[in-house]
């Protein structure tokens, strides 16, 4: 029963906040219309505009974006206990932006922050290097720098930062990871990307980046849980 009347009280809420309330607002008026109306072509019209509007409220619900999500999200494994030379790859998401009322610094956008914690905390686990791949904007490249290193500097991370200022896509992140990955003689591949992103990298990553490293994911950010 408490769960039933949870589910009742979820779904309510869903109604009165964007963009269940839009929901709220157009189904019961397109209703009356189909009813009302005596014109076929009208009610085929509220007819389908009513079955669109309901797809969108399902889709946009929790359980259905977790539940969608869960499909593409990807397990977190163990991590290797081992001195084999080992990067930890962040992949950017969302890129940077002004820090408000600073000379021009900026910070990591919310995705990219998250994504960095996680491969920040491998890295100092395992005691790896760090690369960051990706999100540079074409703005101060020495701002960009500090961003970065500021930001894995906040969980304790003392190494060098490797950085890639040049992808823009997922397919270029891959590119010049397995560059720096040859140049740097690396052997290991941790991947630090959100959970719905990772299957997409690892079919890129399984296309470029050298037979002889291992690729490992380490996801973050699940939608499903």
């Known amino acids: 029963m408490e769960s039933l009347i949870f589910i009742l009280y979820k779904f309510a809420g869903g109604l009165v906040t964007p963009p269940g309330c839009f929901f709220a607002l ?3 008026s397109l ?3 189909f009813f009302k109306t005596g ?15 309901a797809t969108m409220y399902f889709l946009f619900m929790p359980l259905t974006a977790a539940m969608l999500m869960g499909v593409l999200e990807v397990e977190r494994p163990i991590l290797p206990d081992d001195d084999l030379p080992t ?6 998401g969302g890129g940077t932006h002004p820090i408000p ?3 021009g610094e ?6 990219s922050y998250q994504r960095l914690a996680e491969g ?14 990706g999100a540079y904007d074409e703005g101060d490249i020495e ?10 500097s906040e969980w304790g991370f003392q190494g060098e930062v490797l950085l890639d200022a040049v992808s823009r896509t997922t397919w270029e992140n891959l590119t010049e990871i397995a560059k720096i990955v040859n140049e740097r003689g690396f052997e290991r591949v941790v991947l630090s990307t959100t959970a719905y992103h990772m299957r997409r990298v690892l079919w890129m990553a399984r296309k470029q980046i050298p037979d002889n490293a291992e690729i490992v994911p380490r996801p973050s950010g699940w939608r499903s849980a």
């Open 39 to 53: 014109e076929r072509a009208i009610k085929k019209l509220n007819l389908f505009l009513l079955f669109l509007i």
């Open 143 to 152: 701002a960009y720098k500090r961003s970065i290193q500021r930001s894995a």
């Open 87 to 92: 990067v930890v790859a962040v992949l950017a």
């Open 106 to 111: 900026l910070e990591l956008a919310e995705q």
């Open 26 to 28: 157009l189904f019961p």
């Open 120 to 133: 920040v905390k491998i890295a100092n686990a395992g005691r790896w290097a760090l690369l960051y791949s």
């Open 31 to 33: 209703l009356w219309g």
């Open 101 to 103: 009322g600073s000379a």
